[in-house]
């Protein structure tokens, strides 16, 4: 039964994070492929050219090089709640900047996905004989800094568990928690007033490699399974700029570089999969998100966007729209995600951020 639940279990994660109709883009914990932050869900999920906010940890590490000062948010959504479960997501993250400390800033941040309650049994009887706890969490520290006015450079490393059943079930003789360490290589260009002027402060550019990292392995090593390595590219610019308006258009590309094989569903370890993922169904397998996002005064926000992506990563498209309120060093965003289809497990998903800047 226990195999039986750790399958059930990452097939309901891969539902609503990642749902893949082949093999060649499966991965394990595909929560850390879930957009934290409600102001970037807003937008289409999308936040690689954006960075400028504590959030950018997720989205581009380098964009905390650009930043001033300190922040929390704080992020919570039910997730799936076309299920009815107690599934939940859970998101908190701190940056500091400090030129003279640190010459950059240092971030953390932490992750947390409740899976609910499951009921084991053994293979011959229905009869339960207990209950567990399912859920997944992610522990992740970065820096960044500018090695010139327009470029900054960012990284760092992360802890991630997924604790599908964190008791041994049946004939297992062990449990079913997978551990794995990643890291983050990001760049991100903010042109300064030296280049073209209608550049400056409004245009920027950037790319995340995340999660590179070994395989999660929870029964034996045939069976592991790679971590979900993305390569993100994205722009944003502010299209209109005047006292009180601001008006940002931002546009994500995606890639995850996982390359299993279409026979034996072995994935190929790093670092060969950022080769083998480039082939032929190239354009299946991409992630694409386009947002814009409207200030008023930097009192009122208001967002909408639209995000899609490939038959090989789940083939799902809906529109996303938020709005967010500023006062003075707290600023609270919500989005919500409007599906094609009614009964889409992320229909009418809601998530809500609060930060605080000092």
Do not use: C
Request: no cysteine; hydrophobic share 40%; aromatic share 14%.
């Amino acid at each position: 039964m226990y195999k039986k639940t750790i399958v059930f279990i990452t097939a309901l994660i891969a539902l609503g994070a990642l749902t893949a109709h082949a093999q060649i883009t499966t991965s394990a914990v595909p929560f850390q492929l879930i957009a934290p932050d409600a102001r970037a869900s807003g937008m289409g999920d999308g936040g690689t050219g954006i960075a400028d906010n504590a959030n950018a940890m997720f989205w581009n590490p380098s964009g905390l090089a650009f930043q001033s000062g300190k922040e929390v948010v704080l992020t919570h959504s039910q997730w799936l709640p076309q299920f009815n479960s107690d599934l939940f997501y859970d998101y908190a993250t701190f940056k500091w900047n400090d030129e003279e400390e640190f010459g950059g800033t240092i971030a953390a941040n932490i992750t947390f996905l409740n899976l609910g309650e499951f009921i084991y049994t053994t293979e011959n009887s229905p009869d339960p004989l207990g209950t567990f706890h399912s859920f997944e969490y992610s522990v992740f520290l970065a820096y960044a800094t500018k090695l010139s006015p327009d470029w900054g450079f960012g990284g760092g490393i992360r802890y991630i568990q997924s604790s599908l059943s964190p008791i041994a079930v049946g004939q297992e003789k062990q449990n079913g928690i997978g551990r794995s360490v990643s890291f983050d290589v990001s760049a991100l260009w903010k042109p300064d007033s030296t280049y073209i002027e209608e550049l400056a402060n409004r245009f920027s550019i950037g790319f995340n490699l995340a999660n590179l990292g070994p395989k999660v392995r929870y029964v034996d090593v045939e069976q592991a399974d790679p971590l979900p390595t993305i390569l993100r590219i994205g722009t944003a610019y502010k299209a209109y700029v005047d006292e009180y308006n601001e008006l940002t258009v931002a546009v994500d590309l995606a890639k995850l570089l996982v390359k299993r094989n279409d026979s034996t569903g072995v994935a190929d370890n790093l670092p060969k999969s950022l080769i083998t993922s480039w082939d032929e169904n190239t354009g299946e397998s991409l992630m694409y998100s386009a947002g814009v996002e409207y200030w008023y005064d930097q009192l009122l926000a208001l967002r909408a966007g639209y995000y899609g992506e490939g038959v090989r990563v789940g083939g799902r498209k809906y529109l996303t729209f938020g709005a967010g309120l500023r006062y003075d060093s707290y600023t609270f965003d919500f989005s919500y995600i409007n599906t094609f289809e009614e009964n889409h497990p992320l229909a009418n998903t809601l998530r809500f951020s609060l930060g605080i800047t000092w």
